[in-house]
């Protein structure tokens, strides 16, 4: 995730993020796309994700996140395994909530405090095995070495 960073995003990482406290820091960095269909799943009003109704046809709204990032060309952010599966059977990349707050991690849209304040909440929403949180902090502590050789510089 780099650029103009957008991304397809499911109802569960929305729900995610909204617990954790971070969406709106979130979208200021990354432009969330969802179907009407999942937005209104979600069942929050005023969510700073904007919403698109994919042209293929779909039959779920797992199926609309996969046909809306491949219209936007754009990745996907889900926690569902099925959805993450499809997306890389379909070539398409993609993250889970735990690899947005690493993201603005990396931006410096969040400091280290607020990082461990949001995954802690995370983790305690999210039904991450062993393995993604390992990740998740293995990836965090390499972008905090990044960060600091960037001040070194």
């Known amino acids: ?29 990354i432009h969330f796309y969802a179907s009407p269909q999942v937005i209104d799943e979600v069942g929050w009003p005023s969510l700073p994700v904007r919403s698109v109704v994919p042209k293929g046809d779909f039959s779920s709204n797992d199926e609309s996140v996969l046909i809306l990032a491949e219209e936007l060309g754009v990745p996907v952010i889900s926690e569902d395994k099925k959805i993450l599966l499809a997306a890389r059977e379909h070539g398409i990349p993609f993250y889970n909530a735990a690899m947005v707050l690493n993201y603005l991690l990396k931006i ?10 949001f995954f802690s909440e995370l983790v305690k929403v999210a039904r991450y095995s062993r393995d993604v949180i390992e990740y998740a902090v293995r990836d965090k502590e390499q972008i905090l070495r990044e960060l600091e050789s960037r001040k070194g510089k």
């Open 1 to 29: 995730m780099c650029g103009s960073v957008r991304a397809s995003i499911d109802a569960s990482s929305i729900i995610y993020l909204l617990k954790t406290g971070v969406l709106g820091t979130a979208a200021s960095a």
């Open 108 to 117: 410096e849209k969040i400091n280290i405090t607020q990082y461990d304040e």
